[in-house]
């Protein structure tokens, strides 16, 4: 749970979040948990996941040219598919992701065997946590969100991009692992 917050809820918003307002911190985090390690079980299979409502998470094959040979990187990106009005004021680099990567919802049936909780429990959960944040960053609050081995969905000069561990990076791409950090958006550099 290290680098979790919590958000207050008010009154007039409980009926928005019943779900995380029953569950314990420690219980959300271990549902995200798990699907940080559903993400990266996809993404190193190269499949791509959709977050529905946050963004979609996948592995792009890219051809950097040495000064001798041609090097095929494979890196993850991330596409942002939070609702615009609440990115009002926030600038986000645009990621493209190949016609031909698979690209697949989040599995809950899986999560939940994973979790140990029932499906709906899952599924409310992520979607409300994903309203939560989405809700934070239209009133200006500039929270992070990590997934966990992967990186960090975060905001700093009203840009709002995904950062990735430098083990994740690497360990999706061991054969040019450097040339992979080097071409993995950066967010100053859009």
């Known amino acids: 749970m290290e680098g ?15 779900t995380l307002l029953q569950l314990s911190t420690k219980e959300a985090v271990a549902i995200w948990d798990a699907v940080s390690a559903y993400i990266l079980g996809q993404l190193k299979q190269d499949k791509g996941v959709l977050v529905a409502g946050l963004g979609t998470f996948a592995m792009v094959h890219e051809q950097f040219h040495g000064k001798e040979e041609v090097y095929v990187v494979r890196r993850p990106v991330f596409r942002l598919d ?24 989040l599995n809950y049936k899986w999560l939940s065997r ?9 599924k409310d959960c992520v979607q409300e946590t994903i ?11 500039r929270l992070s969100f990590a997934f966990k081995d992967i990186g ?5 000069d009203d840009v709002l991009c995904m950062r990735f561990y430098y083990d994740c990076v690497t360990g999706l791409e061991s054969k040019a692992s450097r040339i992979a950090l080097l071409h993995t958006v950066s967010c100053s550099r859009f």
Not at 4 to 18: G, Q
Not at 114 to 122: D, I, L
């Open 131 to 141: 309203l939560l944040y989405s809700s934070q960053l239209k009133n200006g609050q």
């Open 152 to 156: 960090v969905l975060s905001c700093k």
């Open 114 to 122: 994973a979790t140990s909780f029932p499906r709906h429990v899952v």
């Open 4 to 18: 979790c917050c919590t958000v207050a809820i008010s009154l007039e918003l409980s009926s928005l979040f019943p």
């Open 82 to 105: 939070i609702d615009v009005l609440c990115l009002q004021e926030l600038a986000f680099p645009t990621v493209v992701i190949p016609g031909n990567v698979k690209i697949k919802p």
